[in-house]
């Protein structure tokens, strides 16, 4: 069973810089699988952030940036602002029509 | 602008059945592919299933296959899951979802607000 696996929890001073993985248990992650991030506070859908491993939605701050770091898909904060607290979940897509959700990261801005 | 809004939720005993639908608006429906996703209560997001444009080619996560049907009607510009066997673990608030493309998941660019929905005896 392919499980995609992200930090529980992480937490970041306002100002710093934080960076979120996305981890494939069949293996590395590439840019085939059209990395894509997305933002979630409580009782809201969620909010597309980057799609395409590293291309930023229309609207999202430039701090936030997509990358392949090694075999994982990452999400970067550049100087994390407090609205920044929120949950945080990579998609992967799997080919033949699946996709699969990371299990979501929480940020704390503290 | 783009809506996507869901609706259909509800209570329904175990063993039952639910239809939800997904009204799209303020965008030209049929030529993008279309996703339900789900998240049960305090965890976190669950791709459902996806649907091609065309209607033609569907997806599904292993858990609701042979369960659960996506469909699309692009002359009502509705989408619909039909949820048949309903199980306690189904339970989760029920988002549609737009995918970028139309033949095949990139990733979700609109999403609506979702409905919920409740297994439970």
């Known amino acids: 069973q392919t499980v995609v696996t992200q930090e529980p929890s992480f937490s970041v001073s306002p100002g710093g810089t934080v960076t979120l993985t996305c981890v494939l248990n069949?293996?590395?992650?590439?840019?085939?699988?059209?990395p894509s991030w997305y933002q979630q506070t409580p009782g809201q859908p969620p909010r597309t952030l980057i799609y395409?491993?590293?291309t930023r939605c229309s609207g999202v701050p430039a701090r936030f940036s997509g990358s392949i770091l090694g075999d994982k898909a990452a999400l970067t904060i550049t100087g994390a602002q407090a609205d920044d607290e929120s949950d945080y979940y990579c998609?992967?897509?799997?080919?033949?029509?699946?996709?699969?959700f990371g299990g979501g990261t929480k940020l704390a801005v503290l | 602008q783009v809506q996507l809004v869901e609706s259909g939720g509800g209570v329904v005993q175990p063993g039952g059945s639910l239809r939800l639908s997904c009204a799209a608006s303020?965008?030209?429906?049929?030529?993008?592919?279309m996703h339900w996703v789900r998240q049960a209560p305090g965890k976190g997001l669950e791709w459902v299933a996806f649907?091609?444009?065309?209607?033609?080619?569907?997806y599904y996560t292993d858990s609701v296959k042979g369960r659960f049907t996506i469909s699309r009607d692009n002359s009502k510009n509705t989408l619909s899951l039909h949820m048949n066997s309903l199980r306690p673990e189904d339970t989760a608030v029920y988002f549609c979802?737009?995918?970028?493309?139309?033949?095949?998941?990139?990733?979700?660019?609109?999403w609506g607000q979702g409905t919920p929905v409740t297994v439970s005896s």
């Open positions: 979802a737009r995918d970028n493309t139309g033949e095949q998941p990139y990733y979700f660019d609109y």
């Open positions: 649907i091609r444009y065309d209607g033609l080619y569907k």
């Open positions: 998609v992967l897509y799997l080919g033949n029509g699946i996709s699969v």
């Open positions: 303020g965008f030209t429906f049929s030529p993008y592919g």
């Open positions: 395409g491993t590293d």
């Open positions: 069949s293996g590395s992650v590439s840019t085939s699988h059209y």
